[in-house]
Nanobody
Framework: QAHLVESGGGLVQAGGSLRLSCAYS????????MAWFRQAPGKEREFVAS?????????????YYLDSVKGRFTISRDNAKNQTYLQMNNLKPEDTARYYC???????????????????WGQGTQVTVSS
């Protein structure tokens, strides 16, 4: 059973927007910090090689972002719906990657920035930005 399922990826022109969603299968995940990572085309397909994009603590009160996406991306969560989101605006060709949702098994814990800090991963959703 997949714990995390991403959706919302696609092909968009530079300057466009996409909203990624991550649905979690267990209510417990609403108490875990969540994050989005990405892997660009041609990169090693290992989670430890993923690039951190954004993370959020269990309540949504604290968020962190990769410098290059600050002001363009917004991470949020709706624990009542068991979902985490990544709103991506003003997309650039360098944002092209497969985006992964991840959960850190640390109930009520703080968000983290490293792939090794996360215990559950989805299958990813492809985002392609054309110039």
């Amino acid at each position: 059973q997949a714990h995390l399922v991403e959706s919302g990826g696609g092909l968009v022109q530079a300057g466009g927007s996409l909203r990624l969603s991550c649905a979690y299968s267990q209510r417990t995940f609403s108490t875990y910090p969540m994050a989005w990572f990405r892997q660009a085309p041609g990169k090693e397909r290992e989670f430890v090689a993923s690039e951190f994009v954004a993370s959020i603590n269990w309540s949504g009160s604290s968020t962190y972002y990769l410098d290059s996406v600050k002001g363009r991306f917004t991470i949020s969560r709706d624990n009542a719906k068991n979902q985490t989101y990544l709103q991506m605006n003003n997309l650039k060709p360098e944002d092209t990657a497969r985006y992964y949702c991840a959960a850190r098994q640390d109930q009520w814990g703080r968000a983290a920035l490293e792939p090794d800090d996360y215990h559950y991963w989805g299958q990813g959703t492809q985002v392609t930005v054309s110039s």
